[in-house]
């Protein structure tokens, strides 16, 4: 594995440009000694956060007409994703994990990609700077304890 | 995505192929939420040829699940791949849903009143 690998990319509000995320992060997470089920989690859990900053970040009018930033870099120990955009402000770290019995009893349809996320990476840092933007960090350990989680973790 | 139905003694095998992915969630809904399925017996979604699926998409299974047990209905899952299987085991729909290797045991399974 290279010592670091350093990927930049800037795509519009718009989830057709989804597939460019998935294919940039899964160049750079194939690069480390992340198995492929692994590996695949982690493009799902990046997928989840831009997909988040699109549907939430973004009124719906403005499609397109915005840019979402993300700075992946990996190295010996870590796979690390920046998300940058200027839309509203949305802290997925913030939000309360929903309970989950309830939430299949109530046939609910949304509010678990955070929980995706949160389940997926080690560690899922937001920072907003008031009229700037929003800053996403989400590191992924290549010897993560929860790559060895497989009932109830994800 | 891709997806196909079909129907042997009232229950609906429903077959999901490829990836779900954002501009595929109202696909899903249209094709879980249709007219065949809500009148079925009991439905069987084969994941065998599933590769991915967002968040979104777990939650229309969920509300399948929720829409097809509180009409009386049952509902199968059959053979999903390691990694869809992770997601829905972390979202507890396991503990749920019963999970068979193939549709002719979910089918068995159903006729059993399982």
């Not at chain 1, 900053?53 to 992946?72: F, K, R, S, T, W």
């Not at chain 1, 609910?108 to 700037?132: A, T």
């Not at chain 2, 939420?33 to 967002?54: H, M, P, Q, T």
Request: glycine fraction near 6%; charge should be negative.
């Amino acid at each position: 594995m290279p010592e670091i690998v350093h990927r930049e990319i800037v795509i519009p509000n718009d989830t057709q440009y989804l597939s460019q995320v998935r294919s940039i992060v899964k160049e750079v997470v194939t690069e480390a000694a992340f198995p492929d089920d692994e590996a695949n989690r982690i493009i799902l859990a990046v997928d989840e956060a831009v997909t988040n900053i699109m549907q939430h970040a973004y009124e719906h009018d403005l499609e397109g007409n915005l840019e979402i930033e993300l700075v992946l870099e990996l190295d010996n120990t870590k796979f690390e994703v920046v998300i940058r955009d200027t839309g509203k402000s949305f802290d997925p770290a913030a939000i309360e994990l929903p309970d989950l019995d309830q939430h299949i009893k109530n046939g609910k349809r949304h509010g678990l990609g955070i929980f995706l996320i949160r389940q997926i990476m080690d560690e899922v840092i937001y920072s907003y700077k008031n009229g700037i933007r929003n800053e996403l960090k989400m590191v992924k350990y290549t010897r993560s304890p929860k790559s060895s989680q497989h009932q109830s973790g994800c | 995505m891709e997806f196909s139905t079909g129907k042997t003694d009232g229950i609906i095998v429903l077959k999901l192929g490829g990836a779900v992915r954002a501009g595929d969630n109202d696909a899903l809904q249209d094709a879980l939420g249709s007219d065949d399925i809500r009148k079925s017996k009991a439905v069987i979604i084969d994941l065998s040829d599933l590769e991915y699926l967002n968040s979104r998409a777990i939650g229309t299974l969920m509300s399948l699940w929720k829409e097809t047990t509180s009409s009386g209905r049952k509902i199968h899952i059959v053979n999903p791949k390691p990694l869809v299987e992770r997601l829905l085991k972390a979202v507890g729909m396991y503990t749920l849903v019963p999970v068979s290797r193939s549709v002719e045991d979910a089918a068995a399974a159903l006729s059993k009143g399982e």
